[in-house]
């Protein structure tokens, strides 16, 4: 903790006391200018400027760390170094290396970290294996720059993986609109092909001229895509700005275009191919005759499934974050397609069993087309319901990804924390906090502790199974230190609402009289020292020794801010241990913290308070640039959806028109034939929309669930939203169909769509 000695302020600070030669790379920015030389001149600090603005003292003003007043010479205004959210938490406090003893913050329980620079030709891996059992035996962590670069990759994982599976998503999305906007193309063009085929035209001919369209069409899609691509890219400097303490720029690679204009122009082609085979079985009596059914195509169309299935393949493998992630997506797709042929399968055979002979003509009329000759339930639900599928996939990734970012925010959750509260103060401490009108939400003792052994071996045997070289995997290194770091425990009652069981059972609110004392843990950390529920575990609690079982296994909501532990006891063991207590709380008014932390500091020396007033609104600011990300890849791909729904709901356009027209011929109204169209629709779109929901539920929920690794929240109302627009939006369109049909007398309406 720093004091600002003017203002009385206090919080917690990053102190580093550096020694000449420091910074490594880069340079340090101050404010006045040309400060730094100067900071080892004598009892000087370099502070980031949230420490001036938040402690509201100036440069030039004194401020005490530890036992040590130091005067302010400067801002640090740019610094290489900690940045983001650490920075926000605990901007940085300078100071020379040569005061670092007489202000007594390195002691016995402090967590120091040392920053050193080894010369370029040091073989890092052979240092690291010489000093490592010195390491260990003083209990100390060596990490390199490599193990850092390691972390920051973990720490975006979630959003990388994510955003992969959006540009994925939005791959085959644009793929199933080429798809849909070309099968209506292709019915426009059977009377053009079957001229073509009558002046002598080949089949294969007819198709490469309309597929040389679609690939033209690819790459001018191909180049708008690239020329948007370099533009967001060009943004994101400034997006990022506040991210990172460099300046980025904008640089194109080529390689990177030519890779996605090649991406997306295959795609354009391979869905496009499909749906241009029709035109491959056009024969050219159909020039003279409507009537003519298509031969030959059936049989011929078997290769295309498998080439567009290995493109998509293929495709999904080169965008997906791993390979293994890209044969799972794939998997999903395949089984998404096979449902929903077998859901219109199944919908036109339980129809045509059950038509409601009882009900109106248009109601039955309106059934029947489902299951008639010819009739668009199979390709109507594939377009539809994969579009949504996918669509929906994203939505409700979305929604989950949020909630779990976004945490708590309430305006009025806790935002002020006291540390080391000695059971003896709690009273007095308490009766002051309440005296200020400050809401107390939570306390919780801390016992101090560490591992002893698990399952009958003592962690020492434990640790040495792993061995002391530098080629240990990442899980044996993330076991030792779960065995060598000190505990914070706690007992309680009762589950808290951040946290729930996941395996096992919580305690009875009576213990067994004899036998090891029940513990839960949290899951991730029972992972890390694989053990389980039945496991027993030794813990070493200020030298006493505390046998224990593990009975639950616990997930907690790091995200919110509460008092979380690894590991929880019952009440009663550890009830006469020696522990301190911490104290949280929401109070209003910066000036009433402030005033009420200087008063906590001089009654109760030992106390240490942070105003998490800061860190909340650092933690707000990042997370709404992050859902920002989330929600621009997250909207690219509603709209693309969208596009892709209204092309597939479209293909039967001409046909309706037809049929419609057809049922004026034989005197039908026209709110009859509307009916008729619009039951149809409605029908399709339904059962489109609900197996598209329900498969992207259960897609969503496996992405959450294990390549996520979070906690799934059903988003109620946003699948109501999408259903409810899918089958509104094929209700409309059905609807819209009749209209070219009803506005004009049926024998006109025939000739123009029979071209005479």
Do not use: C
């Not at 030389?37 to 402690?55: C, K, M, N, S, W």
């Not at 209990?139 to 955003?163: G, P, W």
């Not at 299935?309 to 997506?329: E, F, S, V």
């Not at 389980?532 to 296994?553: C, F, K, Y």
């Amino acid at each position: 903790m720093a004091l600002a000695e003017t203002s009385g302020r206090s919080r917690l600070v990053h102190v580093q006391a550096v020694e000449p030669g420091f910074p490594f790379h880069g340079e340090v920015v101050t404010d006045p200018p040309e400060q730094w030389p100067a900071l080892g001149e004598g009892r000087y600090a370099i502070v980031d400027p949230a420490v001036l603005i938040q402690l509201d003292t100036a440069v030039g003003e004194t401020l005490k760390v530890g036992r040590v007043a130091f005067t302010i010479r400067g801002r640090a205004l740019k610094a290489p170094g900690t940045f983001g959210l650490r920075a926000s938490v605990a901007p940085r406090v300078f100071i020379p290396a040569a005061h670092l003893a007489a202000t007594g913050l390195v002691q016995q329980g402090s967590m120091v970290e040392y920053l050193g620079y080894l010369q370029s030709d040091v073989d890092l891996d052979a240092w690291l294996e010489e000093k490592r059992p010195l390491l260990s035996a003083e209990r100390t962590t060596a990490r390199t720059v490599s193990r850092y670069q390691e972390d920051l990759s973990e720490s975006f994982a979630i959003l990388t993986r994510y955003l992969g599976l959006v540009g994925l998503t939005a791959l085959l999305l644009g793929g199933v609109g080429v798809a849909a906007g070309v099968r209506v193309f292709v019915q426009e063009k059977l009377d053009t092909a079957a001229v073509l085929r009558a002046l002598g035209a080949r089949s294969g001919d007819v198709t490469a001229v309309y597929l040389a369209q679609a690939a033209a069409l690819g790459v001018a899609g191909g180049v708008l895509g690239v020329a948007g691509g370099y533009a967001v890219q060009a943004a994101l400097p400034g997006v990022l700005a506040s991210f990172l303490p460099v300046e980025l720029g904008f640089r194109p690679d080529p390689l990177v275009g030519v890779i996605g204009f090649t991406l997306g122009v295959s795609v354009a082609v391979v869905f496009a191919a499909w749906p241009l085979l029709e035109l491959r079985a056009v024969a050219p009596l159909r020039a003279l005759r409507r009537d003519v059914d298509p031969s030959g195509g059936r049989e011929r169309s078997l290769a295309v499934p498998i080439v567009l299935g290995a493109a998509l393949l293929g495709a999904t493998l080169w965008q997906a974050p791993t390979y293994r992630i890209g044969l799972a997506y794939t998997a999903g797709l395949a089984a998404a397609l096979l449902v929903l042929a077998a859901a219109a399968r199944g919908l036109t055979r339980l129809l045509r069993a059950h038509v409601p002979q009882a009900a109106p003509y248009w109601l039955r009329q309106g059934v029947a087309n489902l299951f008639r000759p010819r009739n668009q339930t199979l390709p109507t639900t594939l377009t539809v319901g994969f579009g949504l599928f996918l669509v929906a996939s994203v939505q409700i990734l979305q929604s989950n990804l949020l909630i779990d970012l976004q945490g708590d925010s309430r305006p009025d959750r806790p935002n002020l924390v006291l540390f080391d509260v000695q059971r003896d103060q709690q009273e007095a401490v308490v009766a002051l906090l309440q005296e200020r009108g400050l809401r107390l939400d939570d306390r919780s003792a801390m016992v101090p502790a560490r591992i002893a052994g698990l399952r009958g071996d003592r962690a020492e045997a434990v640790m040495a199974k792993s061995g002391e070289t530098a080629a240990q995997t990442r899980e044996e290194r993330d076991q030792r230190w779960a065995l060598r770091r000190e505990y914070r425990l706690t007992y309680r009652a009762e589950l808290r609402e951040t946290e729930r069981i996941v395996e096992g059972e919580w305690w009875p609110d009576e213990l067994p009289a004899e036998g090891p004392t029940p513990i839960s843990l949290e899951r991730e950390l029972a992972e890390t020292l694989g053990v389980g529920v039945g496991d027993r575990m030794a813990w070493d609690i200020q030298g006493v020794p505390v046998d224990s079982v593990v009975t639950s296994l616990r997930e907690v909501d790091w995200g919110r801010f509460a008092t979380n532990f690894f590991v929880v006891f019952p009440p009663g063991p550890l009830d006469e241990a020696p522990q301190s207590v911490v104290l949280i709380g929401y109070m209003a008014g910066e000036d009433a913290r402030a005033a009420l932390q200087r008063d906590l500091v001089g009654a109760f020396p030992n106390i240490s308070v942070m105003d998490a007033t800061t860190l909340l609104r650092a933690v707000s600011t990042i997370v709404s640039q992050v859902s920002l990300a989330v929600r621009f890849m997250a909207a690219f791909t509603l709209a693309t959806g969208l596009v892709v729904l209204l092309a597939a709901a479209s293909t039967a356009r001409f046909q309706r028109i037809r049929e419609a027209l057809l049922l004026r011929t034989l005197g039908g109204r026209a709110r009859t034939v509307r009916r008729i169209l619009t039951t149809e629709s409605l029908v399709l779109g339904a059962l489109a929309a609900s197996v598209g929901l329900g498969l992207a539920l259960l897609a969503a929920w496996a992405l959450v669930r294990f390549l996520f690794e979070q906690s799934f929240h059903w988003p109620v109302g946003d699948l109501v939203v999408l259903w409810l627009v899918t089958v509104g939006l094929a209700t409309a369109l059905g609807w819209s169909h009749a209209r070219p049909a009803l506005r004009r007398p049926p024998l006109v309406g025939l000739r123009e769509a029979e071209g005479a």
